[in-house]
């Protein structure tokens, strides 16, 4: 996630009353209310979804603030809601040891915190803890659906251990230690959970090389290209959204509502963003006639295309670029017209703003050329990064460009 500074407005001062005054009101309020809140507070059983929402917040680092506006906005949006649905959350707060929470609904419109683990300190994107921590979600509410969101900073597929900035990390900082894609991939194998989407409240994780080598774990993955805003995604809506038919797309649709590019003055900047809904099962297809199209044509690659190409990060050294403008540039428009044809077939929803971020570092998000997924585009001088990509299952079978 991408750090931005929030605005809050004092409370306004209410003029007091006098005494005798007061508590006239308050004997004739409290005789109101009671009767009132007998009447409205009666228990009401939501019927049940067979849905498990599980949300696996590493937020041991700079995002530390925000996990606790977001588990409120996660019982806000699940107090809109219309049925019941199990929340389980791991969460691991900056400088307090990790925790395992249950969010239910309390019959009463809303929604009760239980705290059902605490741990000692630990590293929570350990491949074990994780994987333990998932199985136990689902032993303790058990259902033929799940939902996993996986919650803190994100580098797409990026290796752990890193030769130079950016930071090392791909997914998941819990103080100094990441976790690698394929340390994710066999986590979520070893879980013995199928998900129906996966969510990565993350920057930047919405790339061919981690859909690829997650696919198998998922129906599909909801994520963004680009950076994802502080404040994440907008739980409040998120939620309710879980009751549609078509779970991911829903969520989806409310993330583009609420980074729809008007500005907020809550936050000081234009709500810019994109999000991509990515069928896992079409992977496979797309694979396949990128082999093919790499094969038949066998491009000569030059590696300063990437100053023509569309980028999605904004760090230093750059890595992600869109992955249809870099086939485009690579195979012609005519060699990579299949590429992009299966390519719109791995999607089931994309959106993004024309533009993301402020200043010098705009990231320019041209519709005409922007296809929703990134890509790596091999550099000479990335030498460490080089290595790590040619073990990633999408490097291998699509039996890619050779890397230096």
């Known amino acids: 996630m991408l750090t931005a500074l929030a605005s809050y407005a004092m409370p306004n001062y209410i003029r007091p009353f006098e005494m005798r005054h007061l508590a006239l009101l308050l004997v004739a309020a409290l005789l109101f209310s009671c009767d009132k809140l007998d009447e409205e507070r009666q ?42 649905i199990n929340v389980v959350a791991l969460v691991d707060r900056a400088e307090l040891p990790p925790q395992l929470l249950s969010l239910q ?10 705290v059902l683990r605490e741990y000692g300190e630990t590293n929570v994107v350990d491949t074990a803890f994780m994987a333990g921590v998932l199985r136990e979600a689902a032993e303790l509410c058990p259902s033929s659906h799940y939902v996993l969101d996986l919650w803190s900073h994100g580098m797409g597929w990026l290796p752990a251990e890193l030769p130079f900035y950016p930071t090392h990390r791909w997914f998941g900082q819990d103080s100094s230690a990441y976790m690698d894609i394929k340390d994710l991939a066999k986590v979520l194998q070893s879980s013995g959970l199928h998900y129906d989407f996966l969510m990565f409240d993350a920057c930047l994780m919405a ?47 409310a993330y583009a509502a609420y980074y729809d590019g008007e500005y907020d003055s809550n936050y000081g900047i234009k709500m810019t963003g994109a999000i991509s809904v990515i069928d896992c099962a079409a992977m496979g297809h797309l694979a396949e006639v990128v082999r093919t199209q790499l094969g038949s044509l066998a491009p000569s690659y030059d590696e300063s295309i990437v100053r023509d190409i569309m980028r999605y990060d904004r760090h230093t050294n750059h890595y992600l670029y869109d992955f249809g403008d870099y086939m485009t540039k690579l195979l012609g428009e005519e060699g990579a017209a299949p590429v992009k044809e299966a390519l719109d077939g791995t999607f089931r929803y994309r959106y993004s703003t024309p533009t993301f971020g402020t200043g010098s570092s705009k990231l320019d998000l041209d519709p005409s050329r922007y296809t929703g997924i990134g890509s790596y585009v091999p550099r000479m001088s990335y030498t460490g990064w080089n290595a790590y990509y040619k073990t990633l299952q999408w490097f291998e079978d699509t039996e890619h460009l050779p890397i230096y």
């Open 43 to 84: 228990r009401v059983d939501l019927p049940p979804l067979d849905l498990t929402f599980i949300i696996y917040m590493v937020g041991d680092n700079n995002l530390s603030s925000n996990i606790e506006s977001n588990l409120i906005a996660i019982e806000t949006g699940m107090g809109r809601m219309s049925h019941s």
């Open 105 to 114: 609904h309390d019959g009463y419109g809303g929604v009760e915190r239980q």
């Open 207 to 253: 790339t061919v090389e981690v859909a690829y080598e997650l696919r198998h774990a998922a129906d599909c993955i909801v994520a963004s290209p680009i950076e994802v805003w502080e404040m994440g995604f907008p739980y409040a809506t998120i939620m309710p959204a879980l009751e549609r038919y078509d779970r991911a797309v829903a969520v989806a649709e």
